[in-house]
């Protein structure tokens, strides 16, 4: 396992869509160990492959609840919406508010190939819609409503978390 390299904003990989992973092979299985190796380095709660500059469907979740591991996910419904801060290793230093649903179900296959699904709620369910943006080239300040950098007065448990 190793710690890869995060991309930051303005490097243009990170605005490419990833393509579907086809076979889960040695590799996709490297990469989701170093992807989480990277994630738990940096203290994020999520990272998707095309910020260590692979552009493939693959996404490491993990809001303290332990680690989630996505190939290929998919949004297959979502309900409500909430609105918060979300940070991003690609953009250090950054928080801005964004919306999102509440719930979302997602699609997804595991390293052992398998197709599960997920019912994502609250900050989880925000993880997962800020990290399968990034499989679309989308980054949250793209959607940000807010930009509260440095605004210390709403710091719930999930204002230390970035994705
Ligand atoms: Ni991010």
Known sequence: MAVRTIFT????VLRKHAKPVETIDKRIKT???????TMYAA???????????ILRRVVTIDVG?????????????QEGSQV????????????CTVERPMKVKVRAQGRDGRTFELDA????????CHELDHLDGILYVD??????TGKTEEAPKRGEDEE
């Open 9 to 12: 904003i303005g490097d243009e």
């Open 121 to 128: 709620e609250g900050f989880l369910a925000v993880a997962v």
């Open 143 to 148: 959607k940000m409503i807010e930009d509260v």
């Open 84 to 95: 918060g801060p979300e940070g991003c290793l690609s953009i250090p230093g950054r928080r």
């Open 31 to 37: 990469l989701l160990d170093d992807m989480a190796q």
């Open 65 to 77: 609840e332990g680690l989630i591991e996505l190939i290929n996910p998919q949004i297959i419904s």
């Open 43 to 53: 203290d994020g709660a999520g990272l998707a492959a095309p910020q260590v500059g």
